[in-house]
């Protein structure tokens, strides 16, 4: 069945820790379709504003709005299960379960957290074509019957982003998605974004070091310094900014 298209709208966000304040008001928008790019020197604030977005803490202000409902108050396996998936982390794939088995078990709750132990047997028998597809333009056909313990790990990555979208996200963020993926591997993971967007209308935040891919991939750039944006706009806009430039290209 297709997924329903929505739209994230996070307001406002402001994270502290302690006297710290890692986010100082934060605004977002990820629309169905939509792939935008977070960027930002290390420390800039992306992994404290995807936490914030999927409810892995809760910001001091702000607000989170999947398709007009607000979603601040909600536990992550909440919003996973509306459709707001954060990349699962190669670590949480089952090693005593084929790559298949992981695929069908993540399609099964539809991304809700599971443990091995609540895990009886798939109930579906086929993967969906969502996910045949992510596996086709992952190249991890031949993988399928394999365990994630048997695989490099650019190919346990892989696994893992297959496992996100065989959850059925409408919303889905990718944090460092590219970390540790050959060039290959990461071209295959360009294609696959594009296709979850264009082809499914699923929405995607990228965050990721590698500035030439959200370049290449994103429709719309974000750029955080010091926990505030500090540029918005088109690729070819964020790649001409000088204050980008300065604050992060290294020019
Ligand atoms: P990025 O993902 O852009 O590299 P982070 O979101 O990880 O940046 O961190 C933003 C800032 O908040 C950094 O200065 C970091 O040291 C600080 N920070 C993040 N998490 C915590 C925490 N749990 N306690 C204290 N400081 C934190």
Known sequence: DPVPAKVLEVRGIVQRFGAFTALDGVDLTVGPGEVVGLLGPNGAGKTTLIDAVTGYARPAAGTVVLDGEDVTGWAPHRRARAGLTRSFQSLELFDDLTVRENLLAASDDAGAASSARDLLWPRRAAL????????????????????????????????????????????????????????????????????????????????????????????????????RTIADGTPQEIAADEGVRRAYLGD
Do not use: K, N
């Open 128 to 227: 969906s074509d969502t996910v045949v597809a992510a596996v086709d333009e992952l190249e991890l056909t031949d993988v399928l019957d394999l365990r994630p313990d048997e695989l490099s790990y650019g190919r346990r990555r892989l696994v893992a982003i297959a496992r996100a979208v065989a959850s059925r996200p409408s919303v889905l963020l990718l944090d460092e998605p590219a970390a540790g993926l050959d060039e290959h591997e990461s071209a295959e993971l360009g294609r696959l974004i594009r296709r979850l967007a264009d082809q499914w209308g699923i929405g995607v935040l990228l965050i990721e070091h590698d500035v030439p891919m959200v370049l290449a991939h994103s429709d719309r750039v974000l750029v955080l310094d010091f926990g």
